[in-house]
């Protein structure tokens, strides 16, 4: 079975997604170092203990997700949850790698790209703060009602809407995924119809009612799936090292 040394991966991963370019909320890259040589990746979508458990059990080296550790603001010590997760890691020397907004970003590994393949939406630009939301065309015809299909077969479940009504058309879609309600007025006087994102809070509600936009919450850990998958089958295509993307389920 085919390897690749720890160095090296890290090395073409940070130079594909250049996480010096944005400003975020953790550190982008190897978060743990393990074991030198990488033969088994695991990739999920957030390190908890469930992901790292099965990751074990995979015999991974390496673990690959867009929600790491380390978040900014969160307290130093090691202890509790935080504790059993590094020690997880450290006993069974498997790495962790994680790439946040980067990965959010990427033009064709990145979640925006990866659900709007999913969707059948062109992408005609980009907006909002970093450049991390995306504007573009669902295609002749939609309407509220289409878009909310297309998001059900892209991510599986049914997105919850906000809209007047289900025929109301959509002729400009701006989308950005997981946590991105504070992008929904960018997306506005960006000039969409409708936006899309993972989650919705409570200031959305007025938004969309008083502006005509349509808004829809597909699921933040939903909407998030796609980079990690188009990641780990780049890392697999390039070094021939086994990558399996394992699910560990959230409602949200």
């Known amino acids: 079975m085919a390897s690749v040394a720890r160095d090296t ?31 088994r ?34 307290g130093g010590a090691v202890t509790g949850i935080k504790r059993n997760r590094l020690k997880t890691l450290l006993v069974s020397d498997i790495n962790l790698y994680a ?31 970093q450049s991390l939301g995306c504007l573009g065309e669902p295609g002749a015809g939609a309407t509220v009602a289409s878009i909310a299909a297309d998001l059900a077969r892209a991510v599986g479940r049914e997105p919850f809407v906000l809209a007047e009504t289900g025929d109301q058309p959509i002729r ?22 409708a936006f899309v994102t993972g989650e919705v809070s409570e200031p959305m509600v007025h938004l969309s009612r008083e502006t005509g936009v349509a808004y829809f919450a597909a699921g933040h850990h ?17 070094f021939g090292v ?10 949200v």
Do not use: M
């Open 9 to 39: 991966l890290t090395r073409y991963l940070d130079e594909l997604l250049k996480p010096e370019g944005f400003k975020d909320y953790c550190p982008n890259g190897l978060q743990v170092e393990g074991r030198s040589e990488i033969t």
């Open 41 to 74: 990746v695991v990739c999920g979508v957030t390190a908890n203990q469930a992901l790292l458990d099965l990751a074990v059990t995979e015999r991974a080296d390496a673990i690959l997700v867009h929600h790491g550790w380390f978040w900014r603001g969160e």
């Open 99 to 129: 790439y946040h907004l980067p990965l959010d970003a990427h033009p064709a590994l990145g979640n925006n790209a990866g659900l709007a393949k999913a969707a059948g939406w062109g992408q005609t630009g980009v907006f909002g703060e």
């Open 172 to 193: 400009r879609i701006a989308w950005c995924t997981g946590g991105a309600q504070s992008y929904f007025e960018a997306a506005i006087n960006a000039g969409a119809d």
């Open 222 to 238: 939903a909407t998030e799936r796609f980079g990690v998958q188009a990641l780990g089958a780049d890392i697999a295509s390039r």
């Open 242 to 251: 086994a990558v399996t993307f394992l699910e560990v389920d959230s409602p």
